[in-house]
Structures are given as structure tokens and as C-alpha cells.
């Protein structure tokens, strides 16, 4: 039989233990490891619901928020004459610190997290500059061309994605995967011949946003 494996400490190895202990060893209570769900937050909000509610929830709030601020922003710059995308794009940045900083800190949705390293720090950092670069182009795209055609052409990413896979990692998907891929660039094409609203350099700013998307992935 295998004995349990305790923790001892040698009387007097320790300037704080009693002088006047009668035992030659004093067993340390060594407290149990918290698990995931009390370091994460047992009490977070989402605790009481079932895991698929919650993410069919987050889901359905991507979606509407999404929609929500992509047709704003087409309201703003195309109908009521706002001119500076790069501004609205800082305050969509600021906006999303802000709630960020409140579901960590004060409704403890996700754990906090640090970074550990410089390298940490300028990765982050490059794929922050990614992101505000492709939000601006998309912003911007929508001064020139309808929401429609720009989703269309944001439908694009998975292709733009396989490419930037290839550059970078040198990693080849099937070829079923490049010629599911095909039919949507096609489609992105005929779309555009077609467009009554088309825009040559909406169109390419709105290129430049989905390849910066798919850069980020």
C-alpha cells in the first residue's frame, strides 16, 4: 500500500515555528488548488445559464450589434453627410475598450489577462494595427458602395484567408477546400460587373478590408 504523501518541515528549520513544540515534525496545511471555475469566476454573469444558451445569446448579439453598427455607419457616412471615417473608426475603438474593460473588471465574462514579454506586446500590437486598418477601409467603403455589395465582397475572406496561409505558413489546403472557394470569387465578380452602384475605389478599399480581416485570422 502507498502511503500519502504529506508536507514536513524539520523543527527549528523555520525561525517561526515555536520553540516549544513537542513533535520532531510538524505537518504544513497546505490549501487545495482553486479550480477553473473558481478562478475564472463561478459567480460571473452567465454562471446561471446552460452553455448553449449562453453562447446562441452571444451568438445573436454579434449578429444584431453587427448589423446594428453597419448600417449606422452607412447612415453616417453616405445619407447624413459625415465625412471622417478614420474619427468614426477611433470612436468604434474607444467604444469597444470601454465595454471591454467593464465585462472584465466589473462583470467578469472572460478572466483578466497580462502580457508577459515584449514580443507579446508588439504581436498584439500588430494585429490591433491590422484590425483598425481593416475597420477604416470598411468604414470608408461604405461612403462609395451600398451594405449589400460590401458584405458580398466581406464574403471573401475564407479565400483571402487560404492565401495569406500559403504566404505566411506555407500550409496548402485540399483542393476541394480551393474549388469551394472558387464559386465565391466568381460570384464576387459577376457582382460586381453588375452592381448599378458599382465604385472602383469603394470596391478596392473594401478589398483592402477583407484581406486585413482575413490577415488577422
Avoid at 117 to 130: D, N, V
Avoid at 182 to 197: R, Y
Amino acid at each position: 500500500m502507498v502511503e500519502a504523501q504529506t508536507w514536513t518541515t524539520r523543527r527549528m528549520s523555520n525561525p517561526r515555528l515555536e520553540s516549544t513544540a513537542t513533535a520532531d515534525h510538524q505537518l504544513l496545511d497546505i490549501p487545495a488548488t482553486p479550480t477553473a471555475e473558481v478562478r475564472n469566476g463561478i459567480y460571473s454573469v452567465g454562471s446561471h445559464l446552460s452553455p448553449n444558451l449562453l453562447t446562441a445569446l452571444i451568438i445573436a448579439s454579434w449578429f444584431m450589434s453587427n448589423i446594428g453598427v453597419l448600417l449606422l455607419n452607412k447612415y453616417l457616412l453616405s445619407f447624413y453627410g459625415y465625412r471622417y471615417p478614420i474619427f468614426l473608426t477611433m470612436l468604434h475603438m474607444i467604444s469597444c475598450a470601454c465595454y471591454s474593460y467593464v465585462a472584465i473588471n466589473f462583470l467578469e465574462i472572460v478572466p483578466r489577462q497580462h502580457i508577459l514579454s515584449r514580443k507579446q506586446f508588439f504581436k498584439i500590437f500588430a494585429l490591433s494595427a491590422i484590425f483598425c486598418f481593416s475597420v477604416v477601409c470598411g468604414n470608408t467603403s461604405l461612403r462609395y458602395i451600398p451594405v449589400s455589395f460590401n458584405q458580398a465582397i466581406g464574403a471573401t475572406t475564407p479565400f483571402f484567408t487560404a492565401i495569406f496561409a500559403f504566404l505566411i505558413t506555407c500550409k496548402k489546403e485540399s483542393a476541394e477546400v480551393y474549388c469551394a472557394l472558387l464559386p465565391v470569387v466568381f460570384g464576387i465578380v459577376l457582382a460586381s460587373n453588375s452592381e448599378p452602384l458599382f465604385n472602383l475605389f469603394g470596391f478596392l478599399v473594401c478589398v483592402g478590408s477583407t484581406a486585413g480581416r482575413a490577415l488577422n485570422l
